[in-house]
């Protein structure tokens, strides 16, 4: 175990080395960037749907799940992503590499405990508005995010009913970078602004499973986050091109409201086999939008996540044809993120492919999922963004801290 522990670490630096750019949405521009996925790979792949009490696969969307661990559960995943963002006139192409999780999860009887770390949003952009004449030409340019370390118990009521809690630190620093100039005028300006965020939150869920009859089982999940604050302390310099003193405005610090979120899920499933379900979550609007780039034409909208997906197993227990004990992972998505630009709703489409591959004579798994989809519109002047994302993530498992009977 501790030999496959190493290799996920250096394909985690791999992933984190490569990943210095989370997004490339110019819709990041806004609040504290693209909001990221909270979860897994296994779960993404099935359009977000997490409700099953699973015993080798980790759930960090809903803490209530680490009681069902029968296995410590090592998990880490990355995704390569590509977007054409196109307008009515015009189109460009970006790619990028991210790092998406780092979880580990411990049974312990009743309980079950996990920690690790996945990001929370991303800022990647670089807008360009050049204007003939002697208009004044500018080039926008944001990088960084926020990240969050999470730890969590759960406590199994039943053996049907979970119970759990997370605690989160949220962490990260947002750069910006702003030059304007005037054709044939020596001396650009370029301001340049940074923000460092931190802040804790808290999760708490629960989950409940019985059987419908012989096979048929029900599967529930609620998970409710707190509204929390977000400490930002920001920076601002400006400096003109040939001027050798720039000047540094003084630095200040605000509190940004991090909305509360409530995540419903069900589904029905007969258990190592298949699974249908699906999934709401709901979310507020927040403060982000009374600080953060602000601008007439945009205002926030409460954020709503519809999806569906599930899973189909042909035969896990298969000892001659190993496609059988393949999983094999589908969902649709529908996402309001909340955000509305020029009396536009920002949504977010897409659809999920994915399978889980097992590692022979262990419980371990190597996963792959494809997401395709698209972001936004191009009516009333905005851009929409078609994206195809390929992700990859390991998944180990194995006794931890059981004593040795024999030497």
């Not at 040939?242 to 995540?263: Q, R, V």
């Not at 249908?276 to 945009?298: C, I, K, P």
């Amino acid at each position: 175990m501790i030999k496959k522990i190493i290799i996920s670490a250096c394909l985690l630096i791999s992933f984190v080395s490569f990943a210095q750019q989370g997004t490339s949405s110019p819709y990041s521009f806004y609040g504290i960037g693209e909001a990221r996925f909270k979860g897994t790979l296994e779960n993404r792949s099935m359009g977000g749907v997490a409700v099953e009490q699973d015993s080798i696969h980790l759930n960090i969307e809903n803490p209530a799940s680490y009681a069902s661990l029968g296995q410590t559960t090592f998990s880490v995943g990355g995704t390569f992503g590509g977007n054409t963002i196109k307008s009515d006139t015009e189109s460009s192409k970006a790619q990028r590499s991210t790092f998406d999780y780092l979880a580990v999860g411990i049974p312990m009887g009743k309980f079950g405990a996990a920690f690790g770390l996945i990001p929370l949003s991303s800022v990647g952009y670089k807008i360009s508005d050049i204007n003939e004449g002697n208009s004044v030409n500018s080039q926008l340019e944001g990088k960084g995010g926020v990240n969050r370390v999470f730890f969590g118990l759960g406590y199994k009521i039943t053996p049907k009913w979970n119970i759990g809690a997370d605690v989160q630190y949220n962490f990260g620093k947002i750069s910006t970078t702003t030059i304007e100039g005037i054709p044939d005028v020596q001396g650009a300006t370029r301001e340049t602004s940074s923000s460092v965020l931190s802040g804790t939150s808290f999760n708490i869920g629960t989950m409940y499973q019985t059987k419908i009859d012989k096979k048929l089982n029900l599967y529930t999940s609620l998970s409710y986050t707190f509204q929390s604050n977000l400490r930002s302390d920001s920076s601002r310099i400006i400096e003109v091109d040939g001027d050798a003193d720039p000047y540094e405005y003084p630095s200040s610090s605000i509190t940004l409201k991090l909305p509360n979120k409530i995540t419903l899920g069900a589904g029905i499933g007969q258990a190592r086999k298949w699974l249908v379900g699906t999934t709401l979550a709901f979310q507020g609007n927040g403060q982000l939008a009374n600080y953060y780039n602000t601008s007439d034409n945009v205002r926030y909208e409460k954020y709503a996540k519809y999806a569906v997906g599930g899973y189909y197993v042909p035969n896990y227990a298969s000892f001659t044809n190993y496609f059988s004990r393949i999983t094999y992972r589908a969902g649709l998505k529908f996402e309001k993120t909340g955000l509305i630009v020029n009396d536009q709703s920002i949504n977010d489409v897409g659809m999920t492919l994915g399978a889980g591959f097992p590692i022979t004579g262990t419980f371990s798994n190597v996963n792959f999922g494809i997401e395709f989809g698209k972001k936004g519109t191009t009516s009333a002047g905005l851009v929409q963004e078609n994206y195809l994302n390929f992700s990859l993530s390991f998944s180990f498992n194995d006794k931890w801290f059981v004593k040795s009977k024999f030497n």
